[in-house]
């Protein structure tokens, strides 16, 4: 019985242990851009302004542009040796290698079982997260073979964002953050509220904008914490290798990304 009780306690502690973030300021720099898309693990920076891709490095700066499918909607960082950079007014993703040199075109408007795309990020493995806009349902495309090998129920409504970790993939509607796994099964449904964006998945936890500040959710926790970070209105943010990059507009601001048990 005393066995069993301690069993118990220790069960709970467990569970009751929660992450905790703090930050660390490292430096700041000045970024002219439209916006800040996010750094890989060489710290290498991309960006984007005028349909222009650029990624920085301590030694150069490269480039990548394709005018004719118009402005890029998003751009994809999860595999830095396979850029997934999307253009919706075109309904075309191109993918792109480390140096941005262009692998391979993919246009759902002239591929067999037309579709229209909303959103993609990768998925690994040649395959791509898409979200049909016709029938309002999220997809995992196979972009060697040219089609879906995975499709998952209709959502009430259309998806406003997507971010993945290759086998799973969140969609941000206008009334919840929704989980899948590559093989169809929904994991869970998060209710929000509008002012959440910029939804982005780090070590299984998510971290989202809202009101131009940051916040953190654990996987099982029912709601988002705070990060303090004074004195900035964060635009967009990128997280990597427990680096937290914030850009307000004008300035990049990198900050190590702490971490503890409480």
Request: hydrophobic share 40%; aromatic share 12%.
């Amino acid at each position: 019985m005393k066995f069993l009780t301690l069993l118990i306690f220790i069960c709970f502690q467990s569970i009751a242990v929660s992450q905790s973030y703090s930050v660390t300021k490292l430096k700041e720099i000045i970024l002219k851009s439209d916006a800040f898309v996010g750094a890989d693990n060489f710290q290498n920076l991309y960006y984007t302004s005028k349909s222009t891709l650029y990624k920085k490095s301590t030694k150069e700066v490269i480039e990548f542009a394709a005018l004719n499918l118009g402005q890029i909607t998003s751009v994809d960082l999860i595999n830095p040796l396979k850029l997934t950079v999307f253009y919706k007014e075109s309904n075309t993703v191109v993918i792109l290698d480390n140096t941005l040199a262009e692998i391979r075109r993919i246009n759902f408007s002239t591929i067999e079982n037309f579709r229209n795309v909303s959103h993609v990020t990768n998925a690994g493995d040649r395959r791509l997260w898409i979200f049909n806009t016709d029938i309002q349902r999220l997809e995992l495309f196979d972009y060697n073979q040219n089609k879906v090998i995975t499709e998952f129920p209709p959502t009430s409504f259309p998806a406003l964002e997507l971010t993945s970790n290759f086998n799973v993939c969140w969609v941000k509607t206008q009334s919840s953050i929704d989980s899948y796994t590559v093989y169809g099964s929904l994991i869970n449904a998060y209710p929000i509220d509008e002012q959440i964006h910029s939804i982005t998945e780090y070590r299984g936890h998510i971290f989202v904008i809202s009101e131009e500040k940051l916040y953190y959710k654990e996987k099982e926790a029912t709601e988002f914490i705070n990060i303090e970070i004074p004195e900035i209105k964060i635009k967009q943010f990128s997280i990597k290798d427990e680096i937290l990059y914030i850009y307000d507009g004008q300035i990049l601001t990198s900050f190590t990304l702490n971490h503890s048990k409480e």
